[in-house]
Structures are given as structure tokens and as C-alpha cells.
């Protein structure tokens, strides 16, 4: 199995990078969204990888961050969702929104990828939802370019001393997801003080709740 790889990128093509690996050249198919993110020809970058095999065809799909990753493996997990439709997904949403869409059950965000219709949109959502809340709290920094330094991570956000100390646990994995979703920590401790006010007491639930206060219009 090929689970990342790093050399320097050799050709960008419409779906897909050349990586030089050792001089060996790897064809390695990515969404929009990383062939966007990736640096240009020349340069040195990674990718998370991962490998399909079938009797007649092998493909290597590249993806910025392991989050990304496995979120790929999920989707493609659900049935009616290949490879290509992952990374449509993928290319339209990023990690960050599919975890979004999906502790929302916002089933019209996923089928807004093209060649995503309703019916699997809506399979999509109800099949991952109850995996949304621990995939969100994965580290998503994404690091293409070798020479960048890595990006410093998010302060660890305490529960807000509101919120009942029945669910802390809940409440304390729900911080770390929103805070990985870009949220600051006082906003992500607001938000779920009053989810967890309301009732909320299971981490999906805590997620799914305080998205809704913090992105009301999505």
C-alpha cells in the first residue's frame, strides 16, 4: 500500500499531478481543490495517497491532509460513491464542508457536486452522520510545499463554565472539532454552552447544534 508520497511535481494535468519520487514519476489523480492548493511545477510537495486495484486498472488518488484521506475512503465507502464522485465531492466541499454538510444533514450541500444526484446525496448523509462528529476532529492542516513551516495549531479551547459538567467529555470534543473546523475558541465555546443548555448532550448532537448557531445561513 502507498499511503503518502513526497518528491517534487514534475507536470499538473486537469485531473491529475506527475510527482518525481526518486526518479520514479507517480500519476497521482487529485480534486480541483488540491490541484489548486498544490505548488507549481518544479516544486517539492506531498500528498496523502491512496491506491485502487482492480483487475484491469491501478490508480494512485493524492489528497492534501490524511483527514481528507479518509474522509475519501468513507465516501467511497457509501454505495453509488466512486472514486470520482469522492473527489467531486471532495473538490466542491473540502474536508472542513463535507464534515459540515454531513453533522448537519445537509444533504443538498453534497449533491452539489457534479454528478452527485439526490438520492445518493441523501445516502451520503444519512450512512456518515454518525462518523461526521470523529472525522471532524482530525487534524486537517494541510503541508503541499515541504519548505513551509508547519502551521501552529489551535489553542485547546476549555468548556464554557455555563455548560453542565455532566456531558465535559461531549462537550470538550465537540470544542476541539469546531476549532478544527477554523471557528475561534470563544465563538465554539459559546455556541456550544447553549447547545448543551438545550439539551444536547452526545458529541454529534453538541456538533450539529452549535454549527447551527455559529453558521445559521448554511
Excluded at 515541504?146 to 485547546?156: F, G, I, V
Aim: with cysteine; aromatic share 2%.
Amino acid at each position: 500500500m502507498i499511503g503518502r508520497l513526497t518528491g517534487r511535481l514534475d507536470h499538473k494535468g486537469p485531473d491529475h499531478v506527475l510527482l518525481d519520487v526518486n526518479g520514479v514519476g507517480y500519476v497521482v489523480h487529485c480534486s480541483d481543490r488540491t490541484l489548486a492548493a498544490l505548488p507549481a511545477p518544479g516544486q517539492p510537495a506531498r500528498l496523502w495517497t491512496e491506491l485502487l486495484v482492480r483487475e484491469d486498472l491501478m490508480q494512485l488518488f493524492g489528497f492534501l491532509t490524511m483527514q481528507e484521506r479518509e474522509w475519501h475512503r468513507l465516501l467511497t465507502s457509501v454505495q453509488g460513491i466512486g472514486a470520482k464522485a469522492s473527489l467531486a465531492i471532495l473538490g466542491t466541499l473540502g474536508a472542513d464542508g463535507i464534515g459540515r454538510a454531513i453533522a448537519l444533514g445537509d444533504a443538498n450541500a453534497v449533491r452539489a457536486a457534479p454528478g452527485v444526484g439526490p438520492k445518493i446525496a441523501q445516502r451520503v448523509v444519512n450512512e456518515l452522520k454518525g462518523k461526521a462528529p470523529a472525522m471532524m476532529m482530525m487534524e486537517g492542516g494541510a503541508d503541499p510545499v515541504l519548505d513551509e513551516a508547519p502551521a501552529a495549531p489551535a489553542p485547546a479551547a476549555s468548556p464554557a463554565p455555563t455548560a453542565p459538567p455532566a456531558n465535559a467529555a461531549a462537550q470538550s470534543e465537540a470544542l476541539s472539532a469546531l476549532a478544527n473546523l477554523g471557528y475561534a475558541p470563544t465563538d465554539a465555546a459559546r455556541a456550544v454552552a447553549e447547545a448543551a443548555g438545550e439539551g444536547a448532550e452526545e458529541t454529534g448532537a453538541l456538533i450539529k447544534a452549535a454549527l447551527k448557531r455559529l453558521a445559521p445561513g448554511e
